[in-house]
């Protein structure tokens, strides 16, 4: 959370430096609070893994031997996904203004691990993530009356779930880049066509010792790559 912070007091800074002292004239056109609605293509990369480590008797008086098992995953889907978002437009000079806002988006992905039958070791298990929303700011460099381009940095947050018997992680969170351009027609409606990246934290969790020993590990580590075309109204 400190790293965006930082990032957002940033951008902020940087653009209202180079703002100065001008006059709110072209930017205005892109002004107030907006609502829409997208359509997105993601590209979502996972790499999971699974670790459990095992104590078993040798029937005699030496006690117990470790038995260490391993499962690496790796998932690559392209899906796509709908959503939508609101924000605000705030002028700062002839060609700048700062897009704050956020996108909520629909869906869900699910990483499953699969138990290991032979050693009885492992059950099946599965990481699910959905309720993804980006909160963001966006500085804005305005091309005309009624085209713009921007660069947005956000921070990313969606719900984690698990089916089997083990903990659930924390929420998972990371840092989304995007470039794009904006359309402004002169009914208010909006055009906007944006491609980015989300680089999340990793994820873990293990057993919670009911059909599952507390020393199986599971975790995950995902990452997107979107395209995203939206159309809304700016009032």
């Not at 993804?132 to 085209?147: E, G, W």
């Not at 989300?198 to 873990?204: F, L, R, V, W």
Request: hydrophobic residues 35%; proline residues 2%.
């Amino acid at each position: 959370m400190n790293k965006i912070k930082k990032i957002v007091i940033a951008a902020c800074s940087l653009v209202l430096v180079s703002v100065g002292t001008s006059a709110l004239a072209g930017s205005d056109n892109f002004a107030g609070p907006y609502i829409g609605l997208s359509i997105s293509g993601y590209g979502l990369g996972v790499e999971g893994h699974s670790s459990n480590t095992s104590t078993s008797s040798q029937g005699n008086s030496q006690g117990a031997a470790g038995d260490e098992s391993d499962t690496d995953l790796q998932i690559g889907k392209i899906a796509a996904v709908s959503g939508g978002e609101v924000g605000y437009v705030l002028p700062l000079g002839d060609s700048l203004a700062l897009d704050v806002g956020a996108t909520f988006l629909a869906g869900e992905a699910k990483l499953d691990y699969e138990g290991d039958d032979a050693k009885s070791t492992q059950a099946s298990v599965a990481l699910k993530v959905d309720d993804l929303v980006t909160y963001y700011i966006a500085p804005t460099l305005v091309l005309s009356d009624t085209s713009s381009v921007y660069i947005k940095v956000g921070l990313s947050e969606a719900d984690i779930g698990v089916e089997g018997n083990v903990t659930t992680p924390a929420d998972l969170s990371g840092t989304t880049w995007g470039i794009g351009t904006r359309t402004v027609l002169d009914s208010g409606i909006f055009i906007r066509s944006e491609a980015g990246y989300t680089d999340y934290n990793g994820i873990s969790s293990h057993g919670t010792g009911t059909n599952q020993a507390t020393s199986t590990t599971y975790s995950a580590n995902p990452d997107t790559a979107y395209g995203k075309f939206s159309m809304g109204f700016r009032f």
